[in-house]
């Protein structure tokens, strides 16, 4: 939090408030930061899913006798691993939203997330 002291003309200081902590402070209170986390989490999941499923089709043509299949094989296990390191990058942005000043990650109680999800499951 950057809070910036002032002295006023009448011997009073004014403490300003950066921009960047209003805005932090408005996406918490009306609770878009948890959308935001939320989304993340989806796209997250959505691409774990993708990497695992790109993944076996990848062994499944990499377990071919023929060598082009093979070959198609090695490039789309590749890709599946691209898309694996990829499912990191929303948490990273949010990680990086979050030291920018827009308040993501810290507004969400993750002590319910904890508490709920092994009960969802």
């Known amino acids: 939090m950057t809070v910036l002291a002032l002295p006023s003309m009448l011997g009073e200081t004014v403490v300003l408030q950066s921009g960047a902590d209003q805005a932090g402070t408005a996406v918490c209170e009306t609770g878009f930061g948890e959308l935001i986390v939320i989304g993340l989490g989806l796209i997250t999941i959505f691409l774990v899913l993708l990497a695992v499923y790109r993944g076996t089709l990848a062994f ?11 070959r198609e094989g090695q490039e789309q296990l590749k890709g599946a691993g691209i898309t694996l390191v990829g499912a990191f990058m929303p948490g990273v942005f949010a990680a990086i ?10 507004c969400v109680d993750l ?10 499951f």
């Open 60 to 70: 499944n043509k990499y377990g071919s006798p023929r060598t082009e299949k093979k």
């Open 97 to 106: 939203l979050d030291q920018v000043g827009l308040v993501t990650l810290s």
């Open 111 to 120: 002590s319910n997330v904890l508490v709920l999800a092994p009960v969802m």
